[in-house]
Nanobody
């Protein structure tokens, strides 16, 4: 059982930056691919990006590529989401997820989820 706790959310102005952290515990972190997803009110949960277990490969949807960066620290059992040039449409609850083995872009295929952290971007 892997336990995930997100932190770092809050209020940011458009054009600003935030860095989210997801702290993992209870499993062998380096064997899990990690993903960040987000869900805005009345919208489906969508992929923000993934990172493979070693940290050597990331994937981002084209709409977010260049603004968001995922990294991980397999010693500290943590994964990070650096968000730059924030826009009001980035407002959502951000979730981290873990999947044993290789990365997967689909929310339904993740094994574990955190409770989420709210990000609000004001214009």
């Amino acid at each position: 059982q892997v336990h995930l706790v997100e932190s770092g959310g809050g209020l940011a102005q458009a054009g600003g930056s935030l860095r989210l952290k997801c702290q993992a515990s209870g499993g062998t972190f380096s064997t899990y691919a990690m993903g960040w997803f987000r869900q805005a009110p009345e919208k489906e949960r969508e992929l923000v990006g993934t990172i493979n277990p070693s940290g050597g490969g990331q994937y981002y949807p084209a709409s977010l590529r260049g603004r968001f960066t995922i990294s991980r620290d397999n010693i500290a059992d943590a994964v990070y989401l650096q968000m730059n040039s924030l826009k009001p449409e980035d407002t959502a609850v951000y979730y981290c997820a873990a999947r044993h083995g290789y990365s997967d872009i689909y929310a339904a295929n993740q094994d574990y989820w955190g409770q989420g952290t709210q990000v609000t971007v004001s214009s």
